[in-house]
């Protein structure tokens, strides 16, 4: 009858340890920097527009092929490709970004478009830090 008693708080001392939340708990949280900068792809620095706070979180999906109007932004972001290669054009300037690309697009970069030219179609998650009301971009 011991025996039995001792068998079951055995078993789930040895199920807790090899499950996969125990296994999980023995890794260690990284901080990756991926960007840290006071100035956007243009060169130019950005500044923060004055007004009520709001962050927006974008996931953009533009399709092998396409590009976007010539557009320019008037709050600062954050622009993380996640798939996909991507043209940035801003007059004669032209910049290539490939998924795990991060870049800064300032308020004061003027005008731009981007192209998806990869083999598929381009994923970013762009992080806008504006003011409620402002646009997050102003087609020409």
Known sequence: MKIKQLTFPFLILVLTLISPEYSLAEEKIKVIPLIQTSKGLSGKSFN?????????????KIPVGLKTPIHKHPSPMLIHVTRGKLRHVRGRVINTFRAGDVFVESNNGGE?????????????????????GVPTTINK
């Not at 709001?54 to 953009?60: A, G, V």
């Not at 731009?112 to 409620?132: C, E, F, N």
């Open 48 to 60: 923060y527009l004055e007004g009520e706070p709001e962050l927006r979180l974008l996931k953009i």
């Open 112 to 132: 731009h478009y981007v192209k998806s030219i990869g083999r598929k179609a381009a994923i970013l998650h762009v992080g806008v830090i504006s003011v409620v």
